[in-house]
């Protein structure tokens, strides 16, 4: 019995096939016939396959058996082609991979392929390089349930041929495609192949394992940070920053749509898929990356006005109460990658020309109130090259907001109502959007890039504002205290040398109130539960009283209340008078300067005696002994 070996297309066609997979569909099996010129050994995905026999002769293909397609999806599995070959078997689920429910595939048979001829594998193999030529060869397309709790779709009642298996993409609950997974590339695949087990025996009812990865985007905030100028947003005027971390898609450039061209056309090849990558998403060498255009493959949206402030009415958003840009300031933005090393990358602004800045990573589009980066071609293989070297790294970006006046009103008691237990409390969310990847041509349908549909929202973050409400009262009897006036410090040691203070109060009323409006709250901070406090001094005092001695620590709660507030819904700041000779604020400086007078009078007196003694020692030893005589 002659033994014929298949040709390395059968190995190129299955590695063609692979997606952020543990395994791409199985390669074409190689047909033999008795006629057969004898090939090198056969290998599929990394693993060696024995050589076939005529068992396996195309003629001896059944074309009235119907196979099947067993479509497993898998987030978190490993892609060693070693343990897992792109064979047609089925594999054990490693224990590290999470079953993804709602993919959606289309399997469609390529017209003009006669798998029991020798000449039908022969056309197959023509597609191996070039699977850009079977979507003009398409007949008819069986479109599978959506995989489910254990990642499973099976597609039956394949007839013998060669099939396109494109996936639609993950569906929602609510039916529409959900943009946080990327879509596996399309593979080839024949019904039946060659089982590697025997090497005699054609299966067909195959089993394949393309990968999906997850693309999301965390965001978090830094609003409460003490001594970080950019990260602590106490009152309006301060700043906060908001970090992103975005995951990178993993397979290389692939991912963000586009295509490989040489001298202008997609390059093509074996083991090129049909927009001219490899196997690993990247290009060939000698051949270059086209995208689809800065930010229809990876960008990143921090938009304040997509945020509406909650119990706002009439409506306001965040983008009301907090600034990225204003005539007087321009807030940092800063893009980095996280690994292998943390390295930032080159940012341009919009407008500029790609092709007379090749140096440009992103381009940033600002206004008042957003920020987009979108990556160019140069940032997009930057990207491919982290997540190759490191499989965990991620995209970090830094934007920093100011803090607008309006927080005051919008949490300030109007002048002269009464207080309430609870002052208004403003929140500020935000959230940020990624568009992970690009879309590709896809005849089964699809979204256009950048559009809604594509973008990856955040969790949301929250800052918020109130009102801090002090009440000066008389230490005695309690009764409210008018005209003193309040500096708001960040720390205690700012408020004892006087430095950065934060903000000066109105006089207190009659009643002795007086309130720190747009005040970051204490006990949230960065998003989180925190124990924060800010100190006052008192720098007026009510005519008759005395000084509150040192800065007071005070504290502001989310819920608008000020901690150890009295019966007035404010924190009392007791003032003992000050005895028979009142000073106020206003008066403390005349009367240190009379002080200051009755010394250098009483020293000039002095100084008058003295000469007149020296001037008339006698009189003075008469002085002195009348003295002595009234003893």
């Not at 390395?8 to 047909?31: I, T």
């Not at 002769?57 to 074309?63: E, V, Y």
């Not at 490993?78 to 054990?92: I, L, M, S, V």
């Not at 009301?320 to 943390?342: H, K, Q, R």
């Amino acid at each position: 019995m002659i033994r014929h070996r298949t040709s390395r297309w059968v190995r190129a066609l299955a590695v063609a096939g692979l997606l952020l997979g543990v395994a791409a569909a199985p390669a074409l099996a190689a047909p033999t016939a008795a006629a057969a010129v004898p090939a090198a050994a056969p290998t599929v995905a990394g693993s060696a396959v024995a050589g076939l026999s005529s068992e396996t002769d195309p003629a001896l293909i059944n074309p009235a058996t119907l196979g099947s397609l067993s479509i497993h999806k898998l987030l978190g599995a490993p892609g060693d082609e070693t343990a897992y070959p792109a064979d047609g078997t089925a594999r054990p689920v490693p224990s590290t991979a999470k079953p993804l429910a709602g993919a959606v595939f289309t399997v469609t048979r390529v017209d003009g392929i006669d798998l029991s001829t020798n000449a039908g594998w022969q056309a197959a193999e023509a597609y191996s390089g070039n699977i850009a030529a079977a979507y003009t060869s398409l007949g008819v397309t069986v479109t599978s349930e959506p995989t489910d709790a254990n990642g499973l779709a099976v597609v039956s009642d394949l007839p013998v041929g060669l099939y396109l298996v494109q996936e639609v993409g993950v569906r929602t609950a609510a039916g529409t495609r959900d943009p946080a997974y990327s879509r596996s590339a399309d593979f080839l695949i024949t019904i039946p192949t060659t089982d590697p087990a025997t090497g005699t025996h054609w299966l067909y009812d195959l089993h394949v394992y393309p990968k999906n990865s997850q693309s999301g985007i965390v965001k978090s905030v830094a609003d409460g940070n003490v001594d970080l100028p950019t990260q602590d947003a106490s009152v309006a005027g301060r700043v906060l920053t908001y970090t992103l971390l975005t995951d990178i898609p993993s397979d290389g450039l692939r991912a963000f749509g586009g295509q490989c061209l040489r001298s202008g056309a997609v390059d093509t090849g074996i083991g090129l898929d049909a927009n001219g990558f490899t196997t690993r998403g990247i290009c060939a060498d000698g051949a270059s990356y086209d995208g689809t255009g800065a930010g229809a493959a990876y960008a990143i949206v921090d938009d304040l006005a997509a945020m509406v402030v909650p119990g706002s009415s009439p409506v306001r958003h965040t983008s009301d109460y907090l600034e990225f840009a204003a005539a007087d300031w321009t807030g940092t933005v800063v893009v980095s990658l996280t690994a292998p090393t943390v390295t930032a990358l080159t940012i341009c602004p919009d407008g500029v020309d790609i092709d007379a800045a090749p140096t440009c990573d992103l381009i940033l589009t600002r206004t008042a109130t957003s920020v987009t980066v979108a990556m160019t071609d140069r940032g997009l293989a930057a990207l491919a090259a982290a997540k190759t070297a490191v499989g965990t790294a991620k995209v970090q970006m830094t934007v920093e907001a100011r803090v607008r006046s309006a927080v005051v009103g919008a949490t300030q008691a109007p002048a002269g109502a009464a207080w309430t237990a609870l002052a208004p409390v403003l929140h500020l969310p935000n959230r940020a959007m990624l568009l992970p990847h690009g879309t590709r041509p896809d005849p089964s349908g699809g979204e256009l890039p950048g559009t809604s549909a594509d973008l990856v929202p955040s969790n949301a973050v929250v800052t918020l504002y109130s009102s801090l409400r002090l009440h000066k009262v008389d230490a005695g009897t309690g009764a409210g205290l008018a005209g003193a006036v309040f500096t708001l410090y960040r720390t205690r040691e700012d408020a004892l040398a006087g430095r950065d203070p934060l903000a000066v109060s109105k006089a207190t009323d009659s009643r002795g109130l007086t309130e720190f409006a747009g005040l970051h709250v204490t006990d949230y901070q960065n998003d989180a539960a925190d124990d924060d406090s800010f100190w006052v001094v008192e720098t007026t005092v009510p005519e008759g009283y005395a000084a509150v001695p040192g800065p007071v620590e005070v504290k502001l709660l989310q819920d608008g209340s000020t901690v150890g507030a009295d019966a007035s819904f404010g924190f009392p700041v007791p003032n003992p008078r000050s005895g028979p000779l009142p000073h106020t604020g206003s008066d403390t400086l005349p009367l240190v300067l009379l002080a200051a007078g009755l010394v250098a009078a009483g020293g000039l007196l002095m100084l008058a005696g003295r000469r007149r003694h020296q001037h008339h020692p006698d009189a003075t030893r008469d002085d002195t002994m009348d003295d002595l005589g009234d003893d």
